[in-house]
């Protein structure tokens, strides 16, 4: 059965970012800022999303909970036809977008400053490359 409390209080440095919908530090890399979404859909269905590329039961594996977590509790004989799978909006995405399009921005700065990119700068920015390719494979989806 799905309890969003218990999810959250599993993560680290978990943040509101709206209503039913966080992020957080993923547990399934070693993330230095949060790679995770976190959404409480209509229906009771909690969606996880990795954006560095994580599989869901490699995220609840490394919490120990089972996917079976991240659904509602269902009354017998539940229509499946109507268990839609749960996405992520386009405005989330492209916040997400807007979030790591700022990361590459203070890396192109440094460097039009003539300043060195440190090696915490240049993960942050192969991450922010790869998550902007995660968004382009889950909009095309
Ligand atoms: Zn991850």
Redesign the pocket.
Known sequence: MSDINTLLSSLDKVKNTGPGKYIAI?P??A?RRP??SIKLTDDDKILLK?W???QVTE?VGAIGLTLSDLMPEKPQGYDRAHARVPRFSKSEMFDRLLHESIILGLGIRRLLNGKELSPADIQSINKAESIIDELRKEVSR
Do not use: E, N, R, Y
Request: net charge negative.
């Open positions: 993923c399934s890399h993330d790679s995770l990795c560095a590329g994580c995220i």
